[in-house]
T-cell receptor, first 117, second 113 residues
Framework: DAGVIQSPRHEVTEMGQEVTLRCKPISGHNSLFWYRQTMMRGLELLIYFNNNVPIDDSGMPEDRFSAKMPNASFSTLKIQPSEPRDSAVYFC???????????????FGPGTRLTVL | AQSVTQPDIHITVSEGASLELRCNYSYGATPYLFWYVQSPGQGLQLLLKYFSGDTLVQGIKGFEAEFKRSQSSFNLRKPSVHWSDAAEYFCAVKGMGNEKLTFGTGTRLTIIP
């Protein structure tokens, strides 16, 4: 099993540019999560999908952030326009939602380290 | 609302010494509890989890954790640490019917020879 795949691993961009982060969940998993990790705020859940549908996006910081999941094997997190305060490590995680049983673990990708200059 | 407190930001222990990392949670019903480890530049890896049953759970890499409902705690332990255990450790909680994991702020573990 390849695990959760994220690309790119590192991204350096200039303020105002559009940034797109990509995630491929583990095959067979039907829930996908986007997290942001910073020194100041720790790990924050931005948004999560179940069966490709966004369930909770209350953690998305502002309208500059958007996420999509066009199919079960791919998701994107887009920041447009990017700002220096968006610099962070962005993690994608996936899990298998088993009906009423939600005691399933999340598997994390290696993260994308974003630097906005 | 659910929350997790990890009171120790940074812990230093000698190689071969025992380890206990503290975690306190707040949740109104039966919690599902997790410990994850993050090595530098890496994603999070699950060490162990508690859902129900035996309150002492065993995990990978020789770690264990004990769920104490009366203390709202889920402390992580290891009898003898190895230099490779140096990493950041996160406790997390979620509830039944809820996929959202809430993480603590993490404890950074340093191992000295």
């Amino acid at each position: 099993d390849a695990g959760v795949i994220q690309s790119p691993r590192h991204e350096v961009t200039e303020m105002g540019q559009e940034v797109t982060l990509r995630c491929k969940p583990i095959s067979g998993h039907n829930s996908l999560f986007w997290y942001r990790q910073t020194m100041m705020r720790g790990l924050e859940l931005l948004i999560y999908f179940n069966n490709n549908v966004p369930i909770d996006d209350s953690g998305m910081p502002e309208d500059r952030f958007s996420a999509k999941m066009p199919n079960a094997s791919f998701s994107t997190l887009k920041i447009q326009p990017s700002e220096p305060r968006d610099s962070a490590v962005y993690f994608c995680a996936s899990s298998r939602h088993l009906g009423g049983r939600v005691n399933n673990e999340q598997f994390f990708g290696p993260g994308t380290r974003l630097t906005v200059l | 609302a659910q929350s997790v407190t990890q009171p120790d930001i940074h812990i230093t222990v000698s190689e071969g010494a025992s380890l206990e990392l503290r975690c306190n949670y707040s949740y109104g019903a039966t919690p599902y509890l997790f410990w994850y480890v993050q090595s530098p530049g890496q994603g999070l890896q699950l060490l162990l989890k508690y859902f129900s049953g035996d309150t002492l759970v065993q995990g990978i890499k020789g770690f264990e954790a004990e769920f104490k409902r009366s203390q709202s705690s889920f402390n992580l332990r290891k009898p003898s640490v190895h230099w490779s255990d140096a990493a950041e450790y996160f406790c997390a909680v979620k509830g039944m019917g809820n996929e959202k994991l809430t993480f603590g702020t993490g404890t950074r573990l340093t191992i000295i020879p």
